[in-house]
């Protein structure tokens, strides 16, 4: 499987930043490092993803290292609705079955 | 914004008769696939469909599960004869490519086999 390493829990306050860690010291060039969250009950969520180049959307930032063996999502201004478990994946090609979601970082908001 | 669909939202079922799950991806999306999680367990993959067949699938995805795309728009999960450890949710999810595009997953389906 490729391997992502993520803290189990992290705490943040509502409306500040937050900064999620993933190590993946095994990435290959052609990965794409995906990020998903999973709210209670829920399925999945997809919130962003990249390759090389740092990237931006309505959900969030990603900050990819330059050796791209880690990277680390950034929530601009947490809100409760954030609560959830972060996953980190290695997007491998052409092979979906290596692309496994571990256990994630579960996100607590503090009001 | 563009969903997928999971019918039914819980299935029970009694252990060996067959269920089917059933999907509705995002209508322009290639790309579908079946997870599951188990309660209180990482969430994991079954298979993954692309041009109308299995492009690739897991070790839990043995002869017991099937999936068919049979009329363009549903996208179903078929586990011929249950047992007790297929309990779990069951989700789906289609993406417009494999790689460079986020999946997008259904809100799932419970099967409680009993």
């Known amino acids: 499987d490729a391997k992502t390493t993520q803290p189990n829990s992290m705490e943040s306050n509502e409306e500040e930043p937050v900064h999620l860690p993933c190590n993946h010291s095994?990435?290959?060039?052609?990965?794409?490092i995906h990020w998903y969250r999973q709210l209670p009950s829920q399925g999945p969520e997809y919130v962003i993803h990249g390759l090389t180049s740092n990237v931006n959307n309505r959900m969030a930032s990603l900050a990819i290292a330059e050796d791209r063996k880690s990277s680390t999502l950034i929530l601009h201004r947490a809100t409760l609705r954030d609560a959830a478990v972060y996953y980190c994946i290695l997007r491998v090609p052409f092979n979906a079955g290596k692309s496994t979601f571990g256990d994630g970082t579960t996100l607590t908001v503090k009001p | 914004e563009p969903e997928v669909t999971q019918t039914p939202s819980h299935q029970v079922t009694q252990m060996g008769q067959e269920v089917i799950l059933r999907c509705v991806p995002i209508s322009n999306h290639l790309y579908f696939y079946w997870y599951r999680q188990i309660l209180g367990q990482k969430v994991e993959f079954l298979v993954s469909f692309y041009n109308n067949e299995i492009s690739e699938k897991s070790e839990i995805f043995d002869d017991q599960f099937s999936v068919e795309r049979p009329d363009g728009s549903n996208f179903t999960l078929k586990i011929r004869s249950t047992k007790l450890e297929d309990s779990a949710m069951y989700f789906c999810?289609?993406?417009?490519?494999?790689?460079?595009?986020?999946?997008?997953f259904g809100s799932g389906t419970r099967l409680t086999v009993v």
């Open positions: 999810a289609s993406s417009v490519g494999a790689l460079d595009y986020g999946y997008t």
């Open positions: 095994t990435i290959s060039g052609t990965d794409y």
